[in-house]
């Protein structure tokens, strides 16, 4: 156990539809990371937050956005979804140093 | 741009017989490589982290060494449980060496 937890686990929507996936890092943690992992793309980061503010992007879309709350809980909103935005989402967190980086157990995204 | 090559892509291995695992790499001032294990559905777990050529570390079964362009995951006298997709990443220049550029990994079955 990584100490990074996510919910929901799974996720089935429907295409056009909005998500919100939810992220708590690891006590003490104030990274947090964002990456999508599908069958064709290996792991992708999508975008860091540190202690509220952005930080780094990655090939996020335009779609898909993120913010990081004063309790340093995090939240991806993905919108008007498409059959392609099927994947597995992983949260990571990272200390101070920004070195290491603990993953969740993720959350499986279907879009029908 | 920095790239992270992993192979073999895949590696089946019998109970008890050794071999490695090559991450190669091309990072402009490599800030620390790092490996993951991941099992089927789940989130990446930390391995270890290499900073300089030379280094190796250890982990029950496995050892992770470090060379200026390539690094080894060598596993001695593999368990089935030591079935799993092995990762290598390094902090990615695009985001600042903030986010992991993660190689395709190599997919690992023990057979009993």
């Known amino acids: 156990d990584s100490g990074v937890t996510q919910t929901p686990k799974h996720l089935i929507t429907a295409t056009g539809q909005r998500v919100t996936l939810r992220c708590s890092p690891r006590?003490?943690?104030?990274?947090v990371y964002w990456y999508q992992q599908s069958l064709d793309q290996g792991l992708q980061f999508l975008i860091q937050y540190y202690n509220g503010e952005e930080r780094a992007k990655g090939n996020i879309l335009e779609r898909f956005s993120a913010q990081q709350f004063p309790d340093l809980h995090s939240e991806l909103n993905l919108s008007s979804l498409e059959l392609g935005d099927s994947a597995l989402y992983f949260c990571?967190?990272?200390?101070?140093?920004?070195?290491?980086?603990?993953f969740g157990p993720g959350t499986r995204l279907l879009v029908l | 741009e920095d790239q992270v090559t992993q192979s073999p892509e895949a590696l089946r291995l019998q109970e008890g017989e050794s071999s490695s695992l090559n991450c190669s790499y091309t990072v402009s001032g490599l800030r620390g490589l790092f490996w993951y294990r991941q099992d089927p559905g789940k989130g990446p777990e930390f391995l270890f982290t290499?900073?300089?050529a030379g280094e190796e570390k250890e982990k029950e079964r496995l050892k992770a060494t470090l060379t200026k362009k390539e690094s080894f995951l060598h596993i001695t006298a593999p368990k089935p449980e030591d079935s799993a997709t092995y990762l290598c990443?390094?902090?990615?220049?695009?985001?600042?060496?903030?986010?992991?550029?993660f190689g395709s990994g190599t997919r690992l079955q023990v057979q009993p």
């Open positions: 990571a967190s990272s200390g101070p140093s920004a070195e290491t980086q603990y």
């Open positions: 006590s003490g943690d104030l990274s």
């Open positions: 290499l900073y300089s």
């Open positions: 990443a390094v902090p990615g220049k695009d985001t600042g060496r903030r986010a992991l550029t």
